[in-house]
């Protein structure tokens, strides 16, 4: 059982279009963190969010923290064949045994053609 | 500074095996995290270990166990492998365990990717 739910599954777009990935929990998580995962390789960091609320931003790619601190999403503005890849959500563990251990949800495949 | 590293690359085991996997956790990073990624599924977090003793573990059963070294290096073992534990197993390092209230990165390996038959 997946504890942060990803949608969509997955995602083709053209280059060019604009795209959300939304992440949902009923938990609160102390962060949330965004990775990006390449086939055959590791989760890479892409941001952390911390306070509800919070909006960051990374050149094209603009992250939300819910102000429960519950759910986020990720916006991709012009999107780029680059930012092909797996996207993963991952929440933190706020207290007790869930301390240091994130959540993943099952990812969103992004493929962006030319 | 050198990131999280793992070894081997790839693996092949049969039913009934056992199987020693190894990362090198970042440069000043002293909590070292594994977890199991199978096919079409994020990660399940697997157990976390800081200054040589487990510190969290997640559900899964007593034949998945762990080593941290002075080194702040880790070791996952997998005794009596079973077919569904064929998966992608990555190394997290972080520089110090996350305190409750506090927040911490983890910093992924490339993972090691093992397959049983």
């Known amino acids: 059982t997946q504890l942060l739910e990803q949608s969509p599954q997955f995602l083709s777009i053209q280059e060019g279009e604009n795209l959300t990935v939304y992440c949902n929990s009923s938990?609160?998580?102390?962060?949330l963190q965004w990775y990006r995962q390449e086939p055959g390789e590791g989760p890479v960091l892409l941001v952390t969010?911390?306070?509800?609320?919070e909006v960051k931003k990374l050149k094209r790619l603009t992250f939300q923290f819910g102000d429960a601190r519950k759910d986020s999403s990720l916006h991709i503005t012009a999107a780029q064949p680059g930012d092909t890849g797996l996207y993963l959500c991952?929440?933190?563990?706020?207290?007790?045994?869930?301390?240091?251990?994130?959540?993943f949800g099952r990812g969103t495949q992004l493929t962006v053609w030319p | 500074e050198t990131g999280v590293t793992q070894s081997p690359t790839h693996l092949i085991k049969t039913r009934g095996q056992q199987v020693t996997l190894r990362c090198s956790s970042q440069s000043g990073h002293n909590t070292v995290s594994w977890y199991q990624q199978a096919l079409g599924q994020g990660p399940q977090f697997i157990f976390q270990y800081y200054r040589e003793e487990e510190n969290g573990r997640g559900n899964f059963p007593p034949r998945f166990s762990g080593l941290q070294f002075p080194n702040y290096s880790s070791e996952l073992n997998v005794n009596a492998l079973e077919l569904d534990d064929s998966a992608l197993y990555l190394c997290?390092?972080?520089?110090?365990?996350?305190?409750?209230?506090?927040?911490?990165?983890?910093?992924f390996g490339p993972g090691t990717r093992l397959t049983v038959l």
């Open positions: 938990s609160v998580f102390s962060s």
């Open positions: 991952a929440g933190a563990g706020r207290r007790g045994s869930t301390l240091g251990r994130l959540y």
């Open positions: 997290a390092s972080s520089p110090r365990p996350q305190l409750a209230g506090g927040q911490v990165e983890q910093f």
């Open positions: 969010v911390v306070t509800g609320g």
